[in-house]
C-alpha cells in the first residue's frame, strides 16, 4: 500500500518545488481574466437577474483554473518522463496500474484544488461571495478535478513528444474549457449554441460548481452531476486500460 503513496508525495513535490510557475502563474492570469472581463463587462451584463457579472465571473475562473492545472499536472509529468527516459524507474517497481493512477490522478487533484483555492481567495478581494450550498462546489472541484487528472494521463500516454501534447491541449482542452460557460450563462447564447454547450461536458462541472456558490444554475446539478460521473468513469476506464496494457510505455 506505500507504493502510491510514495508515487503521490513525488508528484505533489514535483510541482510543488516549482509552486511560483506551477501555482502562482496560474492564479496571476485568472486575476487577469477578472481584471479585464469585470471592469469591461460589470456595468453591461447581469446574470441570473441580480448577480453582478463579476460575483458570477469569479466561480467560472475558480473551476476553470482548477480544470486546467489538474490536466497539465499529470500530462506534463508522464511525457516529460517518456522523453527524459526516467520512466523506466516507475516501471520496473512493484507498481500496479491501478497504483499509477490513483499517484498521478490524486496529485493532479491536489495540484488543481490548490491553485482554485488561491485564485478563490484572491479574487474575493474584487466582489462579496456567499456559498449557499457548499455542498456542490466541493464535490464539483474534486470530480473536475479528478476528471481532468485522467485526462491529462491519457494524453501523456498518447503524445510522443511535446508538440502533439500542446496540440492535445490546444484544440481539445482549452476550447471545451473556455466553451463552458465560464464566461457567460449559456441562456443568453442562440439556440444552437445552447444545444452545442450542453455537449461539452466541462459545462456541466462548471455549471455545477457555480450551483454551489448562487443555488441557481443552468441546468439541474443532478443532471450535471449524472454527466460528470459517467464522464470520469469512461475516461478512469479507458485510462486504467492502457496502463494495463502498457500503451506506449513499454516500448
Not at 59 to 65: E, H, I, R, Y
Amino acid at each position: 500500500m506505500t507504493g502510491w503513496l510514495t508515487l503521490f508525495y513525488k508528484e505533489v513535490l514535483r510541482f510543488w518545488k516549482v509552486a511560483f510557475q506551477t501555482v502562482g502563474a496560474p492564479i496571476l492570469t485568472a486575476v487577469l481574466y477578472l481584471l479585464i472581463f469585470g471592469h469591461v463587462l460589470e456595468e453591461h451584463v447581469k446574470v441570473y437577474d441580480e448577480i453582478g457579472y463579476t460575483s458570477f465571473l469569479i466561480p467560472g475562473l475558480v473551476m476553470m483554473s482548477v480544470l486546467q492545472n489538474a490536466f497539465a499536472n499529470t500530462s506534463s509529468s508522464l511525457i516529460q518522463s517518456k522523453i527524459t527516459g526516467n520512466l523506466v524507474f516507475l516501471l520496473v517497481a512493484p507498481l500496479s496500474h491501478r497504483a499509477w493512477f490513483v499517484a498521478y490522478v490524486g496529485a493532479s487533484v491536489v495540484r488543481g484544488l490548490v491553485v482554485g483555492l488561491g485564485v478563490f481567495l484572491v479574487t474575493l478581494w474584487f466582489a462579496p461571495l456567499q456559498l449557499a450550498e457548499p455542498w456542490w462546489a466541493v464535490l464539483f472541484a474534486l470530480l473536475g478535478a479528478a476528471l481532468l487528472g485522467a485526462l491529462g494521463l491519457l494524453a501523456g500516454l498518447w503524445a510522443e513528444k511535446f508538440d502533439q501534447m500542446a496540440a492535445f491541449q490546444n484544440f481539445l482542452i482549452m476550447p471545451m474549457t473556455f466553451l463552458a460557460g465560464v464566461f457567460y450563462s449559456v441562456h443568453s447564447l442562440p439556440p444552437f449554441w445552447q444545444t452545442a454547450s450542453q455537449l461539452n461536458p466541462f459545462f456541466y462541472m462548471i455549471d455545477g460548481f457555480r450551483r454551489g456558490f448562487f443555488g441557481v444554475s443552468d441546468v439541474s446539478p443532478w443532471l450535471s452531476l449524472a454527466v460528470v460521473v459517467s464522464s470520469f468513469a469512461v475516461v478512469a476506464a479507458l485510462v486504467l486500460h492502457l496502463l494495463h496494457i502498457g500503451y506506449k510505455i513499454r516500448s
